[in-house]
């Protein structure tokens, strides 16, 4: 497994791990029931300490998204869809006050809504 | 694995460190990072026992490694007879660690210290520290003169102890460095520690507030018409202009700045 981490960001790194794997499992890649990596593997693959994986983990089991399965590992648990989506309606919702600031119209805003969902608000 | 509470030690009239306290747990990497003179070094030499603290508590639970400021090493020595002298005076000194270390970082052990570049002395004496089978590894500017590749390859290497359960506390000049590879951290100014806590937690803290009126925090820069401050997000004005801090921002502000925090 495996994205891109950005150190440099203000974004906490276990943040940006949390984000992955919820990324992951939104596109289908990881599906319910599946095991995700150990903590130490995923380290090892991402670049990060242990520390900061397992406290992506225990946050993720916090939330809902993974489930401990004892002495096995985690799995990903039957999440609902809009707890998985919210960070990203979060940072949509800091673009679209940075439209708004700049003077871009609502019109225009859905407008390009529609261009990018491809027709009549369908999703 | 080591607890700091209160360290005091000063040269004569000159306070060196003022008060410091942390602690580093199992399978951490824990930064200490700050300008120069700021008392880093003599940190330090006072974990390991090198200095006599003045007042203080300190309490290491394990065996421990050290690579000094200074990578001296005797000149007059070939590689490979350092290696075996390491092997003699080591406490638990893993030979075949040491050779492999050296022939990734491509250091002929039939070379004499004398002939070495500074960035390949560094990665000698640290390749030697590293094979000490320790539970912690105190590295004073471990990084110090190497090239980007290598750079990486020891902070790699240093990432796999801890997923042995080993811990490093370790100094540096280099934000961005630290940013890859520690778990926690401590700025020092002055001899007192001015901030710490995990790298993540404290970057999450602050944030940039581009104001036109003075305000409660510290002050990065000043343009023609704004003051730029860090301020924690729970003192966050109503109605400023917020922006996301990077670490060598929390870091510039907070060291240049006048004021303490505890």
Redesign the interface.
């Known amino acids: 497994m495996w994205f891109r981490i950005d150190f440099h960001s203000s974004k906490p790194i276990y943040e940006q791990i949390k984000e992955g794997i919820k990324l992951l499992v939104l596109s289908g890649k990881l599906r319910e029931g599946e095991f995700l990596p150990s903590i130490r593997s995923l380290a090892e693959d991402l670049g990060v300490n242990l520390n900061t994986v397992a406290r992506a983990y225990r946050e993720l089991v916090m939330e809902g998204v993974l489930e401990v399965r004892r002495g096995e590992g985690y799995v990903v648990a039957n999440t609902k869809r809009e707890v998985l989506q919210s960070f990203l309606e979060d940072a949509l919702r800091n673009v679209l006050k940075d439209c708004k600031t700049a003077g871009i119209s609502e019109e225009r805003v859905i407008e390009i809504v529609r261009e990018v969902y491809g027709g009549e608000g369908g999703c | 694995m080591l607890t700091v509470r209160g360290l005091k030690k000063s040269y004569g009239s000159k306070v060196a460190v003022d008060g410091v306290s942390f602690e580093i747990g199992k399978?951490?990497?824990f930064a200490i990072l700050g300008p120069n003179g700021a008392g880093k070094t003599t940190t330090l030499k006072c974990v390991l026992g090198l200095r006599r603290p003045d007042s203080g508590e300190i309490k290491l639970a394990g065996s421990f490694s050290y690579l000094p400021e200074e990578k001296n090493l005797y000149p007059y020595l070939r590689v490979k007879d350092t290696v075996d002298l390491f092997e003699r005076i080591g406490k638990n000194f893993k030979r075949e660690k040491a050779i492999s270390s050296l022939e990734k970082y491509g250091i002929d052990p039939k070379l004499k210290v004398s002939e070495l570049s500074h960035g390949m002395k560094t990665l000698t004496y640290l390749s030697l520290v590293l094979a000490e089978d320790v539970d912690l590894y105190v590295l004073d500017e471990p990084t110090w003169g190497l090239d980007p590749l290598a750079r990486s390859d020891v902070l790699?290497a240093l990432?796999s102890l801890?997923?042995e359960g080993k811990s490093v506390l370790y100094t540096s000049h280099i934000l961005?460095e630290v940013?890859?590879?520690a778990?926690r951290i401590l700025i020092m100014k002055a001899g007192k520690a001015i901030i710490q806590g995990y790298?993540?937690?404290v970057?999450?803290s602050y944030k940039l507030v581009v104001s036109e009126r003075e305000l409660d925090g510290y002050l990065l820069k000043r343009t023609k018409k704004e003051l730029i401050y860090l301020v924690r997000v729970d003192r966050i004005p109503e109605g400023v202009e917020v922006r996301?801090?990077?670490?060598?921002e929390i870091f510039e502000a907070i060291v240049r700045g006048e004021r303490d925090v505890a």
């Open positions: 399978s951490e990497v790699n990432r801890t997923y961005s940013e890859k590879v778990d790298l993540d937690d970057k999450a996301d801090a990077s670490f060598e």
